[in-house]
T-cell receptor
Framework: EAQVTQNPRYLITVTGKKLTVTCSQNMNHEYMSWYRQDPGLGLRQIYYSMNVEVTDKGDVPEGYKVSRKEKRNFPLILESPSPNQTSLYFC??????????????FGEGSRLTVL | DAKTTQPNSMESNEEEPVHLPCNHSTISGTDYIHWYRQLPSQGPEYVIHGLTSNVNNRMASLAIAEDRKSSTLILHRATLRDAAVYYCILRDGSTSYGKLTFGQGTILTVHP
């Protein structure tokens, strides 16, 4: 089944403890992206990647890192999480050759709580 | 970025058509109109997109005003499964940036 898989789905952690949220897609998509969703603010893009080894900042990149060493995986790294990073995170990917009109496929989300 | 305006909420009865409006008065010539929906406890799901002409697919229809300053997502026969938050989004087709900015969306409630 074609899908975007995120792990963990739920995580409670403490301030300063490094964590990684993994994202994997099995559709051979080149474009991948991370969003966070907060009440009243909608979905905001954190980082995106046009292809392997090509990443760029979105609207709210502060406090996050990403890497894209292989096409299928796009992990989101919080080096030193803070309570303002408590949020619902979504990973998304897009089929190749569709440019900015292409459909985005989203994962089911990762709910992160930083105490 | 051009913005969209949607009603906060709408209600419908099952089996009836639903028309979800979206205003985008500052749309540019290269902006595509996209609609996504988000069911409870799930990630957003693509519904439909268009540029100038009306579009139909298996999920919905998209009616775009002639001046492109507004559009309407049409669900022809609402089901309980269509209860979700519907987002109208503009995407700039002239860049490779790929940003997709979601607004607040419209909460659709479908009554049995």
């Amino acid at each position: 089944e074609a899908q975007v898989t995120q792990n963990p789905r739920y995580l409670i952690t403490v301030t300063g403890k490094k964590l990684t949220v993994t994202c994997s897609q099995n559709m051979n998509h080149e474009y991948m992206s991370w969003y966070r969703q907060d009440p009243g603010l909608g979905l905001r893009q954190i980082y995106y990647s046009m292809n392997v080894e090509v990443t760029d900042k979105g609207d709210v990149p502060e406090g996050y890192k990403v890497s894209r060493k292989e096409k299928r995986n796009f992990p989101l790294i919080l080096e030193s999480p803070s309570p303002n990073q408590t949020s619902l995170y979504f990973c998304a990917s897009r089929p190749p050759g569709t440019g900015n009109t292409g459909e985005l496929f989203f994962g089911e989300g990762s709910r992160l709580t930083v105490l | 970025d051009a913005k969209t305006t949607q009603p906060n909420s709408m209600e419908s009865n099952e089996e009836e058509p639903v028309h979800l409006p979206c205003n985008h008065s500052t749309i540019s010539g290269t902006d595509y109109i996209h609609w996504y929906r988000q069911l409870p406890s799930q990630g957003p799901e693509y519904v439909i997109h268009g540029l100038t002409s009306n579009v139909n697919n298996r999920m919905a229809s998209l009616a775009i005003a002639e001046d492109r300053k507004s559009s309407t997502l049409i669900l022809h026969r609402a089901t309980l499964r269509d209860a979700a938050v519907y987002y109208c989004i503009l995407r700039d087709g002239s860049t490779s940036y790929g940003k997709l900015t979601f607004g607040q969306g419209t909460i659709l409630t479908v009554h049995p």
